[in-house]
């Protein structure tokens, strides 16, 4: 970061701001980054339009299958945005069942794709608190004569407001560095601030002005993360909880228009897209069936913009994806055991708090901004003999350092549960740290480390923002192959890339669900 900051402001190694005023006197730049605002913006909106009725339904509700439907919310979050935006590619586009709608490469279209994944995180952040939040004081308004509609708009609505907030700035961050998603279905003309940061570079080799932008990018990112930490902390402290439901209401009456929006969102937003792309997947230019598509994979028709198959692509991406995923729990265990101590002296909290932060950087750097930095800084890095931007090595330790947050995260909450007496009674029989680690921490993190495995396979094998950056010839990632095979013109290189994003997903998706169930399970036996 500290070196792409400098390129900004360094010319041949002077101090040379003049890029700046360079870059920010582009129209087109404020038009992007005037587009990444309305495209965030309009999609928090839409996500939380959607996600609050599901939250309501998923969390306050019980039927058959809800547990599974909190499941299978969860999946469109976990897929990889190049999946995300070739499926409604396949919807949209040319070929596709609602191609009439002349929604293609249009505005609306990235709005659309963008909610498709954030209606699940508004539903878990918004759900999980409201499944806690005490409802007498909604109860009492009912006594005293409000409808059910006054008493949800002047009490439970105020109550949930801060989680509201808190989901609303963690989707915008997500939709605001959104790189995949807008690459495929906005193109040139729908860009947002990492597409633009990304064909400054790859296209023009303009890397001060990418740079530059950059540090846009940055300012955006950092106001997104201060909202969202201090509307948590508002959250954490508005109302009085209690422990979560185990079981909702059964549905009523009037609930049955959230059900049906609930179930429109699901079907139309979500199924519908990818159910175009595993059936466009398998039919052919004029729309027969086939399994030419699939067949590509394995043996490609001359053509095709990629190097080998897309067999080979997938074989890569699972060997990256494998020492991203142990790279990144290894550190992300290591951190976590630290930031899980608590010292009683005042300045030791302090900085473990800062250091918290820090660990999270990579949660709000962009990935684009973080391949970009890498590109720039690992040339022969702390007297290293070769190359690093020469080897793939780098791809893995790119894609651990995304997928890092997410392990620690995933384990922090299980670290800090864990009663000070536990630990105290064991050193008083003469314990040392390393007999308590292996006794006390280890065994209570074996379930989360399984799912924070599964979180960082799923998030290393669908990373396309920062491998993009440094994938070599020969050894393209599976999301860097698909998202080349759906732009290229070559016949059959359309559908190969369909069927492509269909592998993707479903072994990205199924990682995440084994991740889950071992964690279900676990909880289960515990």
């Known amino acids: 970061m500290l070196s792409l900051i400098a390129t900004g402001f360094l010319d041949d190694g002077a101090f040379?701001?003049?890029?700046?005023?360079?870059?920010?006197?582009?129209?087109?730049?404020?038009?992007?980054?005037?587009?990444?605002?309305?495209?965030?913006?309009?999609?928090?909106?839409?996500?939380?339009?959607?996600?609050?009725?599901?939250?309501?339904?998923?969390?306050?509700?019980?039927?058959?299958?809800?547990?599974?439907?909190?499941?299978?919310?969860?999946?469109?979050?976990?897929?990889?945005?190049?999946?995300?935006?070739?499926?409604?590619?396949?919807?949209?586009?040319?070929?596709?069942?609602?191609?009439?709608?002349?929604?293609?490469?249009?505005?609306?279209?990235?709005?659309?794709?963008?909610?498709?994944?954030?209606?699940?995180?508004?539903?878990?952040?918004?759900?999980?608190?409201?499944?806690?939040?005490?409802?007498?004081?909604?109860?009492?308004?009912?006594?005293?004569?409000?409808?059910?509609?006054?008493?949800?708009?002047?009490?439970?609505?105020?109550?949930?407001?801060?989680?509201?907030?808190?989901?609303?700035?963690?989707?915008?961050?997500?939709?605001?560095?959104?790189?995949?998603?807008v690459l495929i279905l906005g193109g040139t003309a729908f860009a947002n601030v990492e597409t633009e940061i990304y064909r400054l570079t790859v296209q023009f080799l303009d890397l001060r002005s990418a740079a530059v932008l950059s540090i846009?990018?940055?300012?955006?990112?950092?106001?997104?993360?201060?909202?969202?930490?201090?509307?948590?902390?508002?959250?954490?402290?508005?109302?009085?909880?209690?422990?979560?439901?185990?079981?909702?209401?059964?549905?009523?009456?009037?609930?049955?228009?959230?059900?049906?929006?609930?179930?429109?969102?699901?079907?139309?937003?979500?199924?519908?897209?990818?159910?175009?792309?595993?059936?466009?997947?398998?039919?052919?230019r004029d729309g027969a069936w086939t399994l030419a598509n699939y067949a590509?994979?394995?043996?490609?028709?001359?053509?095709?913009?990629?190097?080998?198959?897309?067999?080979?692509?997938?074989?890569?991406?699972?060997?990256?994806?494998?020492?991203?995923?142990?790279?990144?729990?290894?550190?992300?265990?290591?951190?976590?055991?630290?930031?899980?101590?608590r010292p009683r002296v005042r300045a030791l909290r302090r900085g473990i708090d800062a250091f918290d932060a820090l660990v999270m950087l990579p949660l709000g750097v962009s990935a684009v901004t973080l391949g970009f930095g890498l590109l720039l800084t690992m040339h022969r890095p702390l007297g290293i003999g070769f190359d690093l931007r020469t080897s793939t090595a780098l791809i893995p330790i790119a894609q651990a350092l995304v997928a890092l947050p997410l392990v620690v995260r995933t384990l922090l909450p299980v670290l800090r549960g864990i009663a000070p007496e536990l630990r105290d009674a064991a050193s008083s029989l003469g314990a040392g740290p390393f007999a308590m680690l292996r006794t006390i921490d280890l065994p209570l993190l074996g379930r989360s480390a399984g799912l924070a495995l599964g979180f960082a396979g799923a998030a290393s094998l669908g990373e396309f923002g920062a491998t993009a950056f440094l994938v070599r010839p020969g050894e393209q990632t599976l999301p860097v192959a698909v998202a080349a095979l759906i732009g290229h013109q070559a016949p059959g290189s359309y559908g190969a890339g369909l069927a492509g994003a269909v592998v993707l997903g479903v072994v990205t998706a199924g990682i995440m669900l084994l991740a889950e169930r071992w964690r279900t399970d676990g909880a289960r036996e515990f």
Not at 273 to 284: C, E, I, K, T, W
């Open 16 to 181: 040379d701001p003049s890029g700046v005023p360079e870059v920010f006197g582009a129209e087109r730049t404020w038009r992007v980054i005037g587009q990444t605002f309305a495209q965030a913006g309009l999609a928090t909106v839409l996500s939380l339009l959607l996600g609050i009725p599901a939250a309501y339904a998923l969390y306050r509700l019980d039927f058959p299958g809800r547990t599974v439907l909190q499941g299978v919310l969860t999946v469109p979050f976990v897929l990889p945005s190049v999946v995300v935006g070739v499926a409604f590619s396949a919807l949209l586009g040319a070929g596709g069942p609602l191609e009439s709608w002349g929604l293609d490469q249009s505005f609306a279209a990235v709005v659309l794709a963008l909610a498709f994944p954030n209606v699940g995180v508004v539903a878990r952040t918004v759900g999980g608190f409201w499944s806690r939040l005490d409802d007498t004081s909604e109860q009492a308004a009912r006594v005293l004569g409000a409808s059910r509609a006054r008493a949800w708009c002047t009490v439970t609505l105020p109550a949930l407001g801060p989680a509201i907030a808190s989901a609303a700035a963690l989707v915008f961050l997500f939709c605001s560095t959104s790189f995949g998603i």
């Open 216 to 284: 846009a990018q940055f300012a955006i990112v950092a106001l997104a993360l201060v909202v969202s930490a201090r509307l948590r902390r508002a959250g954490e402290r508005a109302v009085l909880l209690r422990e979560e439901r185990g079981r909702g209401e059964r549905p009523r009456r009037f609930d049955v228009p959230v059900l049906m929006l609930f179930g429109a969102t699901v079907v139309l937003l979500h199924a519908l897209p990818l159910g175009a792309l595993v059936v466009r997947s398998f039919r052919d």
């Open 296 to 341: 590509a994979l394995a043996d490609p028709p001359e053509g095709l913009p990629i190097d080998g198959t897309v067999i080979e692509a997938i074989v890569a991406s699972l060997r990256i994806a494998v020492f991203a995923a142990l790279i990144a729990i290894v550190l992300g265990m290591l951190l976590a055991l630290v930031l899980s101590r």
